[in-house]
Protein backbone atom coordinates (compact mmCIF):
# COMPACT_ATOMS: atom_id res chain seq x y z
CA UNK A 1 0.00 0.00 0.00
CA UNK A 2 1.59 3.36 -0.93
CA UNK A 3 1.90 5.96 1.71
CA UNK A 4 -0.09 9.34 1.59
CA UNK A 5 0.45 12.41 3.14
CA UNK A 6 -2.91 14.07 2.99
CA UNK A 7 -2.41 16.29 6.07
CA UNK A 8 0.83 17.49 4.37
CA UNK A 9 1.33 21.09 5.45
CA UNK A 10 -0.82 20.84 8.09
CA UNK A 11 -0.58 21.45 12.39
CA UNK A 12 -2.61 19.11 14.73
CA UNK A 13 -2.21 19.65 18.14
CA UNK A 14 -2.38 16.50 20.17
CA UNK A 15 -3.53 16.48 23.66
CA UNK A 16 -1.73 13.30 25.74
CA UNK A 17 0.39 13.01 22.77
CA UNK A 18 3.11 11.32 24.26
CA UNK A 19 2.12 8.04 25.68
CA UNK A 20 -0.27 5.79 24.90
CA UNK A 21 -3.20 6.19 22.75
CA UNK A 22 -1.83 10.08 22.18
CA UNK A 23 1.52 8.66 20.98
CA UNK A 24 0.05 6.40 18.78
CA UNK A 25 -2.27 9.24 17.63
CA UNK A 26 0.91 11.61 17.21
CA UNK A 27 2.94 8.78 14.88
CA UNK A 28 -0.48 7.97 12.84
CA UNK A 29 -0.66 12.28 11.97
CA UNK A 30 3.00 13.15 11.41
CA UNK A 31 2.61 10.04 8.85
CA UNK A 32 -0.10 11.70 7.27
CA UNK A 33 2.56 14.75 6.94
CA UNK A 34 0.90 16.99 9.71
CA UNK A 35 2.97 18.88 12.03
CA UNK A 36 2.30 17.80 15.70
CA UNK A 37 2.17 19.86 18.71
CA UNK A 38 2.43 17.09 21.45
CA UNK A 39 0.80 18.77 24.57
CA UNK A 40 1.17 17.26 28.33
CA UNK A 41 2.06 18.02 31.87
CA UNK A 42 5.13 16.30 31.73
CA UNK A 43 7.27 18.51 28.72
CA UNK A 44 10.56 16.49 29.07
CA UNK A 45 8.73 13.39 27.64
CA UNK A 46 6.56 15.40 25.44
CA UNK A 47 9.77 16.73 23.96
CA UNK A 48 10.89 12.40 23.66
CA UNK A 49 7.13 12.20 21.88
CA UNK A 50 8.04 15.27 19.29
CA UNK A 51 11.71 14.48 18.80
CA UNK A 52 10.77 10.30 17.71
CA UNK A 53 8.32 11.50 15.29
CA UNK A 54 8.02 11.13 11.04
CA UNK A 55 9.14 14.47 9.48
CA UNK A 56 10.06 17.74 10.92
CA UNK A 57 8.66 20.73 12.26
CA UNK A 58 6.85 19.05 15.33
CA UNK A 59 7.20 20.62 18.78
CA UNK A 60 5.92 19.90 22.28
CA UNK A 61 4.37 21.64 25.30
CA UNK A 62 4.57 21.73 28.94
CA UNK A 63 0.22 22.67 29.80
CA UNK A 64 -1.83 21.39 32.34
CA UNK A 65 -5.27 21.12 30.14
CA UNK A 66 -7.49 21.55 33.02
CA UNK A 67 -6.06 25.19 33.32
CA UNK A 68 -7.79 27.16 31.16
CA UNK A 69 -5.13 30.23 31.41
CA UNK A 70 -2.11 27.70 30.34
CA UNK A 71 -4.67 25.99 27.56
CA UNK A 72 -4.73 29.89 26.22
CA UNK A 73 -1.44 30.24 26.02
CA UNK A 74 -0.32 26.87 24.71
CA UNK A 75 -2.77 27.49 21.40
CA UNK A 76 -0.74 30.93 20.78
CA UNK A 77 2.54 29.19 21.24
CA UNK A 78 1.81 26.83 18.37
CA UNK A 79 0.09 29.55 16.25
CA UNK A 80 3.02 31.60 16.16
CA UNK A 81 5.92 28.88 16.43
CA UNK A 82 4.27 25.91 14.26
CA UNK A 83 1.37 27.96 12.18
CA UNK A 84 -2.29 27.62 12.20
CA UNK A 85 -3.78 24.90 13.88
CA UNK A 86 -6.25 22.61 11.58
CA UNK A 87 -6.46 19.81 13.46
CA UNK A 88 -7.03 19.22 17.40
CA UNK A 89 -6.99 15.95 18.74
CA UNK A 90 -8.19 16.20 22.29
CA UNK A 91 -6.96 12.90 23.73
CA UNK A 92 -5.17 13.94 27.75
CA UNK A 93 -7.81 12.32 29.90
CA UNK A 94 -7.47 10.21 33.41
CA UNK A 95 -8.99 7.88 35.92
CA UNK A 96 -9.19 8.12 39.72
CA UNK A 97 -11.85 5.65 40.45
CA UNK A 98 -13.74 4.40 43.04
CA UNK A 99 -17.51 4.04 44.66
CA UNK A 100 -19.97 6.89 44.61
CA UNK A 101 -20.32 6.64 48.25
CA UNK A 102 -16.31 7.00 48.53
CA UNK A 103 -15.46 8.90 45.52
CA UNK A 104 -13.57 12.43 47.10
CA UNK A 105 -14.40 15.89 45.75
CA UNK A 106 -10.99 16.13 44.13
CA UNK A 107 -11.76 12.76 42.69
CA UNK A 108 -14.78 14.15 41.13
CA UNK A 109 -13.20 17.41 40.05
CA UNK A 110 -10.09 16.67 38.97
CA UNK A 111 -11.56 14.07 36.45
CA UNK A 112 -14.06 16.53 35.14
CA UNK A 113 -11.65 19.30 35.34
CA UNK A 114 -9.16 17.70 33.15
CA UNK A 115 -11.34 14.93 30.97
CA UNK A 116 -14.18 17.49 29.85
CA UNK A 117 -13.16 20.60 30.84
CA UNK A 118 -9.50 20.45 29.20
CA UNK A 119 -11.49 19.56 25.92
CA UNK A 120 -13.59 22.40 26.08
CA UNK A 121 -10.28 24.72 27.11
CA UNK A 122 -8.46 23.59 23.95
CA UNK A 123 -11.87 23.61 21.98
CA UNK A 124 -12.24 27.29 22.83
CA UNK A 125 -8.67 28.18 22.38
CA UNK A 126 -8.80 26.84 18.80
CA UNK A 127 -12.22 28.03 17.68
CA UNK A 128 -11.54 31.67 17.16
CA UNK A 129 -8.52 30.84 14.60
CA UNK A 130 -10.85 27.90 12.85
CA UNK A 131 -13.62 30.18 12.57
CA UNK A 132 -11.58 33.29 10.42
CA UNK A 133 -9.71 30.29 8.69
CA UNK A 134 -12.89 28.22 7.50
CA UNK A 135 -11.30 25.53 8.43
CA UNK A 136 -11.07 22.88 11.13
CA UNK A 137 -11.00 19.14 12.42
CA UNK A 138 -11.75 18.15 16.06
CA UNK A 139 -11.62 14.83 17.37
CA UNK A 140 -12.36 13.76 21.00
CA UNK A 141 -11.57 10.87 22.48
CA UNK A 142 -14.00 9.57 24.56
CA UNK A 143 -14.40 6.23 25.57
CA UNK A 144 -17.38 3.34 25.70
CA UNK A 145 -17.69 4.08 29.62
CA UNK A 146 -19.43 7.27 28.24
CA UNK A 147 -21.72 5.03 26.49
CA UNK A 148 -22.15 2.27 29.17
CA UNK A 149 -21.34 3.93 32.09
CA UNK A 150 -19.57 1.54 34.82
CA UNK A 151 -19.30 0.78 38.26
CA UNK A 152 -16.96 2.36 40.26
CA UNK A 153 -16.20 5.23 37.39
CA UNK A 154 -19.05 7.30 37.95
CA UNK A 155 -16.57 10.75 37.30
CA UNK A 156 -14.91 9.51 34.39
CA UNK A 157 -18.12 8.01 32.74
CA UNK A 158 -19.78 11.35 33.63
CA UNK A 159 -16.80 12.99 31.77
CA UNK A 160 -16.98 10.89 28.98
CA UNK A 161 -20.51 11.29 28.14
CA UNK A 162 -20.29 14.92 28.72
CA UNK A 163 -17.56 15.13 25.95
CA UNK A 164 -19.86 13.35 23.83
CA UNK A 165 -22.88 16.61 24.36
CA UNK A 166 -19.73 18.82 24.06
CA UNK A 167 -18.95 17.03 20.64
CA UNK A 168 -22.13 17.53 19.11
CA UNK A 169 -22.59 21.01 20.54
CA UNK A 170 -19.68 22.20 19.18
CA UNK A 171 -19.98 20.32 15.90
CA UNK A 172 -23.67 21.91 15.34
CA UNK A 173 -22.24 25.48 16.39
CA UNK A 174 -19.02 25.42 13.49
CA UNK A 175 -19.94 22.84 11.38
CA UNK A 176 -21.17 25.97 8.97
CA UNK A 177 -17.67 27.68 9.57
CA UNK A 178 -16.67 24.05 7.52
CA UNK A 179 -15.42 23.13 11.25
CA UNK A 180 -16.27 19.10 12.28
CA UNK A 181 -16.43 17.48 15.76
CA UNK A 182 -16.44 14.13 16.03
CA UNK A 183 -15.55 11.64 18.67
CA UNK A 184 -14.12 8.29 18.99
CA UNK A 185 -14.76 6.15 21.47
CA UNK A 186 -12.55 3.75 22.33
CA UNK A 187 -12.88 0.10 24.10
CA UNK A 188 -10.04 -1.80 26.55
CA UNK A 189 -6.77 0.09 25.13
CA UNK A 190 -3.35 -1.66 25.85
CA UNK A 191 -1.82 1.21 27.49
CA UNK A 192 -0.51 2.41 30.79
CA UNK A 193 -4.17 3.38 32.13
CA UNK A 194 -5.11 -0.36 31.84
CA UNK A 195 -1.86 -1.91 32.74
CA UNK A 196 -2.95 -2.48 36.71
CA UNK A 197 -6.10 -4.71 34.98
CA UNK A 198 -5.78 -7.82 36.74
CA UNK A 199 -5.16 -11.06 34.28
CA UNK A 200 -8.67 -12.54 35.29
CA UNK A 201 -10.02 -9.14 34.96
CA UNK A 202 -8.12 -8.93 31.08
CA UNK A 203 -9.56 -12.46 30.25
CA UNK A 204 -13.58 -11.56 31.53
CA UNK A 205 -13.12 -8.73 29.25
CA UNK A 206 -12.14 -10.51 26.52
CA UNK A 207 -15.32 -12.56 26.67
CA UNK A 208 -17.07 -9.61 25.94
CA UNK A 209 -15.18 -8.62 22.85
CA UNK A 210 -16.48 -10.08 19.84
CA UNK A 211 -13.05 -9.26 18.90
CA UNK A 212 -11.44 -11.41 21.54
CA UNK A 213 -8.59 -9.00 22.21
CA UNK A 214 -7.75 -6.02 23.83
CA UNK A 215 -7.01 -3.12 21.61
CA UNK A 216 -3.71 -0.96 21.05
CA UNK A 217 -3.38 2.61 20.56
CA UNK A 218 -2.88 2.11 16.57
CA UNK A 219 -6.43 0.40 16.19
CA UNK A 220 -7.66 4.12 17.76
CA UNK A 221 -4.82 6.29 15.67
CA UNK A 222 -6.09 5.19 11.92
CA UNK A 223 -9.71 6.15 12.86
CA UNK A 224 -8.23 9.42 14.38
CA UNK A 225 -6.61 10.41 11.19
CA UNK A 226 -9.41 9.75 9.08
CA UNK A 227 -11.86 11.62 11.02
CA UNK A 228 -8.98 14.40 10.83
CA UNK A 229 -8.43 14.05 7.52
CA UNK A 230 -10.24 14.77 4.72
CA UNK A 231 -12.00 11.54 3.15
CA UNK A 232 -14.27 12.84 6.70
CA UNK A 233 -15.52 15.97 5.10
CA UNK A 234 -18.83 15.50 5.48
CA UNK A 235 -19.02 14.26 9.07
CA UNK A 236 -19.46 16.03 12.04
CA UNK A 237 -21.19 14.95 15.19
CA UNK A 238 -20.43 11.40 15.43
CA UNK A 239 -19.39 8.87 17.86
CA UNK A 240 -17.41 6.61 16.63
CA UNK A 241 -16.96 3.05 19.11
CA UNK A 242 -13.00 1.86 18.41
CA UNK A 243 -13.92 -1.48 20.66
CA UNK A 244 -13.47 -4.53 18.88
CA UNK A 245 -17.46 -4.87 18.76
CA UNK A 246 -17.81 -4.67 22.25
CA UNK A 247 -20.65 -2.23 22.39
CA UNK A 248 -22.60 -3.22 19.23
CA UNK A 249 -26.07 -2.93 19.35
P1 LIG B 1 -2.31 7.29 29.35
O1 LIG B 1 -1.44 6.21 28.79
O2 LIG B 1 -2.49 7.38 30.83
O3 LIG B 1 -1.81 8.71 28.78
C1 LIG B 1 -2.48 9.88 29.14
C2 LIG B 1 -1.88 11.05 28.41
O4 LIG B 1 -2.59 12.25 28.78
C3 LIG B 1 -0.42 11.30 28.76
O5 LIG B 1 0.26 11.81 27.64
C4 LIG B 1 -0.52 12.35 29.86
O6 LIG B 1 0.70 13.09 29.97
C5 LIG B 1 -1.69 13.20 29.34
N1 LIG B 1 -2.38 13.96 30.37
C6 LIG B 1 -3.04 13.49 31.45
N2 LIG B 1 -3.54 14.50 32.18
C7 LIG B 1 -3.21 15.65 31.54
C8 LIG B 1 -3.43 17.01 31.80
N3 LIG B 1 -4.10 17.44 32.89
N4 LIG B 1 -2.94 17.94 30.93
C9 LIG B 1 -2.25 17.53 29.84
N5 LIG B 1 -2.02 16.25 29.53
C10 LIG B 1 -2.48 15.30 30.39
O7 LIG B 1 -3.80 7.19 28.78
P2 LIG B 1 -4.36 6.41 27.49
O8 LIG B 1 -4.78 5.06 27.91
O9 LIG B 1 -3.44 6.57 26.34
O10 LIG B 1 -5.70 7.25 27.25
C11 LIG B 1 -5.78 8.32 26.33
C12 LIG B 1 -7.22 8.73 26.19
O11 LIG B 1 -7.99 7.63 25.76
C13 LIG B 1 -7.85 9.20 27.51
O12 LIG B 1 -8.73 10.26 27.28
C14 LIG B 1 -8.61 7.97 27.98
O13 LIG B 1 -9.69 8.32 28.81
C15 LIG B 1 -9.07 7.42 26.65
N6 LIG B 1 -9.39 5.99 26.69
C16 LIG B 1 -8.46 5.06 27.04
C17 LIG B 1 -8.82 3.71 27.06
C18 LIG B 1 -7.85 2.64 27.42
O14 LIG B 1 -8.29 1.47 27.53
N7 LIG B 1 -6.57 2.89 27.58
C19 LIG B 1 -10.12 3.34 26.73
C20 LIG B 1 -11.04 4.31 26.39
C21 LIG B 1 -10.66 5.64 26.36
P3 LIG B 1 1.17 13.74 31.36
O15 LIG B 1 0.93 12.72 32.43
O16 LIG B 1 2.60 14.10 31.14
O17 LIG B 1 0.32 14.96 31.52
Redesign the pocket.
Known amino acids: MTETSELAGTVAIV ?10 ISHELARAGARIAV ?5 E ?2 EA ?1 AAELAGEGHAAYS ?4 DSRACRKTVSAVESGQGPVAILV ?6 RDNIVLRMRDDDWSGVID ?2 LG ?1 AFNMIRGVARGMMKRRAGSIVN ?5 GLMGNAGQAN ?1 AAS ?1 AGLHGLTKSVARELATRNIRCNAV ?10 ADLAEARVAELKDRIPAGR ?2 N ?1 ED ?1 AGVVRFLAGPAAGYITGQIIAVDGGMTMQ
Open positions: TGGSRGIGLGVARDGRAACDIANNAGITTNGVTSVIYKAPGFIRTDMTLGPV
